[in-house]
């Protein structure tokens, strides 16, 4: 398992019937590969995890791994409410042949920093999977400090961070502090390429469900040096990576995704489709972008190369 590259937060695609609608998770789960992501995050934020049940949990897991676990490692995503909730989930991971987790702070209840630290440990000692740390406060309202990260460096298995405090500077805290203990991947779309500058090994990203090709684009241009190009994609993209930065953004999203084929607007109440003046809006800047779209640069290394930037 190693944590480095794109790592898709996949949204959770669902029939009009509210059941999940696997042929289309698996044409997203195409499209992603296809682009060269490193890894896929399942039961995330944005695959709307407070509304799945286990057994959902359990037929994307085991799909995914059936359908790409020999290319790239399958991420579960654990948010309990509990501590014993989230061993279980963890052990059912292990089960589920998952390649590592994800792990959010405890939810509903806001744990000082004593309480999440032993919350992740507890959690990391019942598993040897990898894990990486969702580090959210903005959304949460938990921030787990260097301190914080510091405890958790006796968990040989806590490998990464998911660094969404919004803070580009953290990662350049994180660097000085633990060198390359923890891998850094940015998990804000609208900062990923900043972050990536500074030393990120990756991007847990959003946008990517609906335009792959590009996200992978960025990506591999900057790693590579090639930051003018990575510069004009990232310029293109940046309205449309605004809409991960909403409390709306699975809605938002998954339209984009209706937009490009990879996804259907469908989701799961208390969420409702978007109406209105604001479903006009939402649309047109992801019209607008798609009609910009041209062909990404022939030395980009990403496996389809017909998706574009302007």
Known sequence: MEWKGIFPALTTPFTTNDEIDMLMFEKNVDAQVSAGV????????????STLTTSEKERLIKFAVKKVGAKIPVILNIAEASTRDAVQQATLAKQWDAGGLMLLPPMRYKSDDRE???????VAN????????????????????????EELAACKNVNAVKESTRDVSNVTRMKNRFGD?????????TIA???????ADGWVAGLVNAFPNETAAIYELVKSGKIEEATTIYRWFMPLLE?????KLVQYIKLA???????????????LVLEGEERKKILKVINDGIASRSSLPANVNAKNKTAAYA
Do not use: W
């Open 193 to 199: 390429m900043e972050e990536l500058l500074l030393g």
């Open 181 to 189: 203990r923890y891998k850094i991947l940015c998990g804000v779309d």
């Open 38 to 49: 490193h890894g896929v995050i399942i039961g995330g934020s944005l695959g709307e995890a």
């Open 116 to 122: 999440t630290v032993e919350y992740f440990k507890t």
């Open 243 to 247: 809409l991960d930065i909403h409390p």
């Open 126 to 149: 019942s598993t040897d999977l990898s894990i990486m740390i969702y580090n959210n406060p903005v959304d949460y309202k938990i921030e787990v400090t260097l301190d914080m990260f």
């Open 257 to 271: 995704q209706a937009q490009t084929g990879l996804g259907t607007e469908h989701v799961r109440a208390p969420r």
